[in-house]
């Protein structure tokens, strides 16, 4: 996809804050520190448009980014950091289920887990409640770059079963290997609703 406009729209701290909007939604989920802000500068080609950071924890609020004046991208902060407080923690709960459970133009999340490890009991937890809440999903499994090719196909077999599904595309911000694989599905999702 040609991407002629990428920008911050808003960002939501509580379900209340979350803006009516019509446009379709492609959300990034995965635990904190997992890749998500960096999947999505690298699928759109603009650095530093989401931000990143090495600390865990650095999105705590819902971003919206509209793109080609057409869809959103919209970044959800990740779980499972576990140095955030238990009121903290319970907030986002409720702020990302909220989310999850009455966005009408939610066409498509993404699940994103980390190549380097087995999916964990809370991944396999935000699965399921995408599954409950009837939200199309698709398992992205990233940092590749960080294994070697025999690792990556042990890892990519190890998603496949633990998340059971044959559906993991294996992906790197650094090499944008997935990056047409990734698009082709976002693309179907926006057209299926239009
Ligand atoms: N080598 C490599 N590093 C990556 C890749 N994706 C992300 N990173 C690094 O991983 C760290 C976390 O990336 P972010 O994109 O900020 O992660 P996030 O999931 O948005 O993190 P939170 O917002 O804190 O939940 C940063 O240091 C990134 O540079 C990748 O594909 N390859
Ligand atoms: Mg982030």
Not at 113 to 121: F, I, L
């Amino acid at each position: 996809m040609r991407i002629t406009s990428a920008k911050f729209s808003f960002a939501a701290t509580t379900p209340a804050s979350i803006p009516k909007e019509r446009r379709p939604e492609i959300a990034f989920i995965g635990r904190s520190n997992v890749g998500k802000s960096s999947l999505i500068n690298s699928l759109l080609g603009v650095r530093g448009l989401a931000r990143t950071s090495s600390t865990p924890g650095r999105t705590q609020s819902i971003n919206f980014f509209l793109i080609n004046e057409s869809f959103f991208f919209v970044d959800l902060p990740g779980y499972g950091y576990a140095k955030i407080s238990k009121d903290k923690r319970q907030e986002w709960g409720k702020l990302i289920e909220r989310y999850l459970a009455e966005r009408e133009q939610l066409v498509l999340c993404i699940l994103i887990v980390d190549a380097r490890h087995e999916p964990s009991p809370l991944d396999l937890q935000m699965k399921s409640w995408l599954q409950h809440y009837g939200i199309p999903y698709l398992a992205v499994s990233t940092k590749v770059d960080k294994l070697s090719k025999n690792e990556q196909h042990k890892s990519w077999l190890t998603a496949r079963k633990v998340l059971d599904t044959d559906a993991v595309i294996p992906y790197s911000a650094v090499t944008k290997e997935g990056a047409g694989k990734i698009w082709e599905a976002i693309r179907n999702s926006i057209a299926t609703k239009q």
